[in-house]
Structures are given as structure tokens and as C-alpha cells.
């Protein structure tokens, strides 16, 4: 194995530690978050660092980087208390990726992907994207050790694509296309090894799917 | 689409609530950690809530719920400071399922894993893994919103296996079957799409991979 410290990371090439340490976590979920501004401009971002907080309630976690192409995204929630979630789909990944470049006005008409409003929330949805939720923020802290932007929201409304969602409750992100991304570039599709069952001790693993 | 409501989920079943919740955020990270108590007995429980919140200095974020099995880890992590995160591979994700039943001892033992020890760091590594990470206490809070303990380390050392990492930093995570994981229970390996070009108004995305 290939061996290397936090020293040697931080002072070997800055494009290097970027694209490494972004991926040591593994596979990260992928979100288009959808917001608008104060004066009624839609803006759209792709997110990596969107992660389940609590079922009961629903409530969702987003952490934002300080001084990034996301700012928008943050001032917006800040601004309007409201943004969506919107999974990204196999046929709309590039679409998606895009709508992190520097655009002046709303990415949705700039990369062509459609927005989709509806009346349960202000900020705009995407029409093609198979799991959307409408979020209602709930708190927002600064993390002391690099000023990254903790935003804490409430799951109000979620769609869902009706070939996606199985009688338990659980989704089939494999039949839903739902992409997944490693570091900041990186897309693949999910394929299912197995649902397992409840683990106890002494009690054999089993496969439900 | 079938639309639920917060109201609705929070009337519905708690098993279908659960189950749903959990999902929504998309494909999450899986990641093995490893701890030692203070009485020297080695801890392993899988973990979906760790995400990347900064490459200089590189930091990570773990998300613990309050009362559940993975009590032992949280106690043991700000008992001792240090903790090993460990991919988990297509080869053992269904040890690394079995982690998660409430054992008395240490899971290593209980499942079949190989614990690996290295001068580095106090916490044991999981040896079959693709990916090791030694992570250093930072912070520990207690989110209001509904007491989970949000996490934040320093990552001191990393071993990455030789096939996995590109001259650029980035890693392959199919190379290393690198597993990810839907919702409390459902296991996924990656299929790469593509990884793309940086994005810039006006100019086509590109394939780099």
C-alpha cells in the first residue's frame, strides 16, 4: 500500500491533496440543490455533502464551502429559509455537472434542464430528476476549524419517481438511476450486491435482495 | 411521482419512515471504524455519515446518533482521540454488515476480520481493507436539532492501496470495489459514467475517463 501523512500531503501539490482527500471518504451521495434569490433569479449547484441527520423528524444536513461557485446556493437559503433537493439521473449527469461553472444568470436555462415549481415551495425543482424534496432551513453554523457552513433543514414534501419506491419504504436507487459521485468529477452508476438482513449475533447474514 | 409529506411520514409507519428517510439523501459513504476502549478491547461498526469537509488541512466529519449500537465507538473515539476509517470492499461487506449486531467483545473476532495495528495510531485497521485512514479528535457537539454528535478529525496518515490511486490524486473506486450503501441495509458497487472536465461557461463538458 501506498503510504501518506498529513505533512506530506500538505506540503506536496495543492491539485494532488484537493482530488485525494475529497475521495478518502468514498462514494458520496449527489444533489442538485435548487434555490431562488431575493430579487426571483433561479439558481441550481450541484452538492456532494448532503447527509441523512434524523428520520423522525425528517431532517436533512448540507455543508457548504465558504468561498466557492456555491455561494449563491447558501445566500439564497439564507435569504429565503427554503431550497430543493433533486437527485441527479444517469441521463442528466453532465447536464448537472455543468451547473457548477461561474454563470451569471440561472443554470437552469444555461445548461438546459427545466425547472419545475410548485405551490408546497419557493425555490425551483428539477423537472427530469426522480427523487425531489423541498426543504425548509432550520439552522446554519459556521464550523470553527475552516469556516465551511453547516445548514441543518427540515424534509417538508418528497417526490418520488413511482418505479423507485419498494412497499417497505426503501428506494431502489439502481432502478432510479440515482448517480453517485467520488472527489469532485467523478460519476458512477450504483449496482446492487445485496439488502442484508438485520444483523444479531450468532445469526447468518441473509440476502433479502 | 408519489408525494408524501413531512405530516404523512410522521403519521405513517415508523419501520416505512425509517427506511425512506434514510434513503433520500442518495447513495451514502461506507466506511468501517475502528477504535479501542480504554480497557484495550478493539471496536468495529460500519458508518454512512462520514463526509469530506476540507482537503488544507484535511478534515473529516462523522455523524453519531446518541443511542443506538454505535454508542461504543463515539465513547471510545473521545476517550482516546483516535479512530481508523476502513472502505469496506466488495469482498467483506456482509462482515462488515454483521459489525453492526450488538456483540459483547470485539467484532474483529466476531466476524472474521483481521484487525491490522500500526505504530501510527492507537485504533486497530481493518487489513483486507483497500483504504486506511488514521483520524485525530478534533471537536465533538451535540446537534440541538435532535442530540446526534457531530464529529470533526484530522486526518493524520493514509494507505491506499496501489491500484486505486491515479497519478493525479484521484482515486478508483471501482479498481478497489469500493462499496457503497442505500439507506440502513442495501450494499452497491460503483459503475463509472465519467470523469469530467472541469466546467466553464460556454464550453462543452469532456470526458477525461
Chains 1, 2 share one sequence.
Not at 433561479?42 to 466557492?68: D, E, K, Y
Not at 408546497?120 to 453554523?141: G, H, N, T
Request: hydrophobic share 40%; net charge negative.
Amino acid at each position: 500500500m501506498k503510504n501518506f501523512s498529513k505533512e506530506s500531503l500538505l506540503q506536496g501539490d495543492a491539485s494532488f491533496r484537493r482530488d485525494f482527500v475529497n475521495a478518502l471518504s468514498g462514494y458520496k451521495s449527489l444533489n442538485l440543490i435548487g434555490t431562488i434569490s431575493k430579487a426571483g433569479v433561479n439558481n441550481l449547484a450541484p452538492f456532494s455533502q448532503v447527509f441523512h441527520i434524523g428520520a423522525s423528524p425528517p431532517l436533512v444536513g448540507v455543508l457548504f464551502r465558504p468561498h466557492t461557485v456555491e455561494r449563491h446556493t447558501l445566500q439564497n437559503v439564507l435569504d429565503t429559509d427554503e431550497f430543493t433537493l433533486n437527485h441527479v439521473g444517469k441521463s442528466f449527469y453532465e447536464e448537472a455537472h455543468q451547473t457548477a461553472a461561474r454563470y451569471e444568470g440561472s443554470e437552469f436555462e444555461a445548461v438546459g434542464l427545466k425547472a419545475l415549481n410548485r405551490p408546497e415551495c419557493l425555490a425551483p425543482f428539477v423537472k427530469i430528476s426522480p427523487l425531489q424534496i423541498a426543504c425548509k432551513l432550520i439552522s446554519s453554523q459556521t464550523l470553527e476549524v475552516n469556516d465551511t457552513v453547516l445548514v441543518i433543514a427540515s424534509i417538508e414534501h418528497v417526490w418520488v419517481a413511482e418505479n423507485g419506491l419498494r412497499e417497505d419504504g426503501s428506494l431502489d436507487l439502481e432502478k432510479m438511476e440515482t448517480v453517485t459521485v467520488s472527489g469532485l468529477d467523478e460519476y458512477y452508476t450504483g449496482q446492487r450486491l445485496g439488502k442484508l438482513s438485520y444483523p444479531k449475533p450468532g445469526k447468518d447474514v441473509e440476502k433479502l435482495l
